[in-house]
């Protein structure tokens, strides 16, 4: 959690930097969000916000927008704070409304999926009056539906098949992850201390990845890595899912109801407050 006296200074250079950063190239933009991940969980946001507000200060045009569009992948990544949330939320807002992008078929362009995302699962305020950003609400409210009703059986690494309409009566977190995603190793170690020290309150963690069971073996080994770890050859229960980017993790109480999705990489505090939601008070 971020200082009182942070997030002052946050604050502050949240009203400053259109002002201060108007002439920042967008080449230099583009590698300050190069170096957010090796950047402290204190600085990062802080870096977050300042090329946030560069990009709003940028000219409209495509530059701007595929900007700010790449900064919106990079704040969900563990838990940076609401302000660097809403600012880069206001600066891919802005972007969208000054450039439009055209829809291919029936799907929204990625940037309006990728805010509509910010504002259903990240507590953000989207004021963007678009369609197309209407339309990508609409499509994750559907996926909502879908994932709320969904049903599969995996097999693990030791060939156990899992069923998840078996596992009523359990608190059930489906994360899915990649040996390959940066931020999934990152959450693992959290993943791995919550599954332990609850499992006996029934929690279970269903971690699933797409990748052969080579691949995950061999990352896996010498690890210690407690949680179930299943096997979906072919993506089939990924797209049953929806899901277009990891890790992302899906929380389902006792009575098997879906009650938080969590879009990218969590941190213990913020998979606590899921649990909260499922019913489990985390100590």
């Known amino acids: ?20 950063h108007a002439a920042v190239s967008a080449s230099k933009i583009s590698g300050e969000i190069d170096k957010l991940r090796s950047l402290s969980d204190h600085d990062r946001p802080i870096a ?26 990079l704040v969900t990544e563990g838990d940076q704070g609401h302000d660097a949330l809403q600012a880069v939320a206001d600066a891919l807002s802005n972007a969208l409304a000054q450039t439009p992008v055209p829809a291919k078929g029936d799907q929204p362009p990625m940037p309006y999926m990728d805010l509509a995302r910010l504002a259903r699962y990240e507590d953000v305020t ?74 006996n309150e029934g929690l279970l963690i269903l971690s699933i990845t797409d990748e052969d069971s080579f691949t995950v073996d061999s990352f896996l080994r010498g690890k210690n890595y407690h949680p179930p770890v299943l096997l979906d050859p072919g993506g089939v229960v990924h797209k049953e899912f929806h899901i277009t980017g ?15 999705i969590a879009i990218d990489q969590c941190t213990q505090r913020q998979f606590f407050g899921f649990l909260a939601r499922a019913g489990l008070q985390p100590e």
């Open 1 to 20: 959690m971020i200082r009182i006296c942070s997030a002052v200074f946050l604050a502050a250079i949240f009203v400053a930097a259109p002002h201060l």
């Open 48 to 73: 977050t916000i300042k090329a946030a507000n560069e990009i709003a200060a940028l000219p409209a045009g495509k530059e701007k927008l595929q900007l700010a569009d790449s900064l919106s992948h």
């Open 126 to 199: 989207v004021s963007l009056d678009d369609p197309l950003y209407k339309k990508a609400n609409d499509i994750l409210a559907a996926n909502e539906a879908d994932i709320a009703k969904a049903d599969f059986t995996l097999k693990d690494l030791n060939n156990r098949k899992w069923t998840l309409s078996e596992l009523r009566g359990k608190i059930v977190l489906v994360n899915f992850w990649a040996t390959w995603c940066p931020p999934c190793r990152t959450e693992m170690p959290n993943l791995d201390a919550i599954y332990n020290h609850y499992q």
């Open 246 to 260: 990891i890790p992302q993790t899906f929380v389902f109480d006792r009575d098997g109801k879906l009650v938080g």
